[in-house]
């Protein structure tokens, strides 16, 4: 029963472009909302989060919208950098616990 | 100085053979974790502790047991190793359980032969 969803696995853009990955979830108690990056051989690394009482939240190049009619949440990485290639996990708190989706692998193609 | 360092980073061992992995977190945070990501890449959480105290206990197998000497130390001990426990395990800790911003470890590459 998995509560987080990333249905892309993965997601080739052009270095500039506007990268968007998206997650869905079926916990209708999440209240929490977050994006982990991850390079290979290291481990996940905060990137930006958003409360469920917003629907917006924007830190530098990284914008997470938030969708709560529809359980929906994507992060947009806009300009692309190919230092941002990299699997990107949605994850989602309820109480003490953390849930993450499967991830999604990001390449920013030069 | 690594915020979460977790040990060793690889173990390959035989099955049967009892491991532990260690892990230390040098941020003051009051809640460690222990994750565990599959061949699928799924991160699935495993154990919580929230100041020495067990808070999440997630179906795992009793071959697995973690021991918190205090609230900076979080070790998984695992006895009789199958070969379906390789995997890559990870610790984490943040100060509020549950409020995101959890700072996790490089992960410990598990190998079960």
């Known amino acids: 029963d998995q509560q987080v969803k990333q249905n892309s696995p993965s997601l080739s853009v052009q270095e500039g472009r506007i990268s968007i990955l998206n997650c869905d979830y079926t916990?209708?108690?999440?209240?929490?909302f977050l994006w982990y990056k991850k390079y290979p051989a290291e481990g996940p690394t905060f990137l930006i989060s958003?409360?469920?009482?917003?629907d917006k939240n924007e830190d530098g190049r990284f914008t997470v919208f938030l969708n709560k009619s529809a359980k929906h949440l994507s992060l947009h990485i806009v300009p692309s950098q190919p230092g941002d290639s990299a699997v990107y996990f949605c994850?989602?708190?309820?109480?003490?616990?953390?849930?993450f989706g499967e991830g999604t692998q990001l390449t920013v193609n030069p | 100085d690594t915020a979460v360092s977790q040990t060793p980073k690889y173990l390959v061992t035989q099955m049967g053979n009892d491991k532990s992995i260690k892990c230390e977190q040098n941020?003051?945070?009051?809640?460690m974790y222990w994750y565990k990501q599959d061949s699928k890449k799924f991160l699935k959480i495993m154990f919580s502790y929230n100041n020495k105290e067990l808070i999440i206990n997630e179906t795992v197998p009793n071959r697995f047991s973690p021991k918190s000497p205090d609230k900076a130390h979080l070790n998984l001990h695992i006895n009789s190793l199958e070969l379906g426990d390789s995997a890559v395990y990870f610790c984490?800790?943040?100060?509020?359980?549950?409020?995101?911003?959890?700072?996790f470890g490089s992960g410990t590459r598990l190998t079960v032969v």
């Open positions: 941020l003051g945070h009051d809640t």
């Open positions: 994850a989602a708190t309820s109480g003490s616990r953390l849930t």
């Open positions: 916990n209708s108690m999440f209240d929490y």
């Open positions: 958003i409360s469920s009482i917003k």
């Open positions: 984490a800790s943040s100060q509020a359980a549950g409020r995101g911003g959890y700072t």
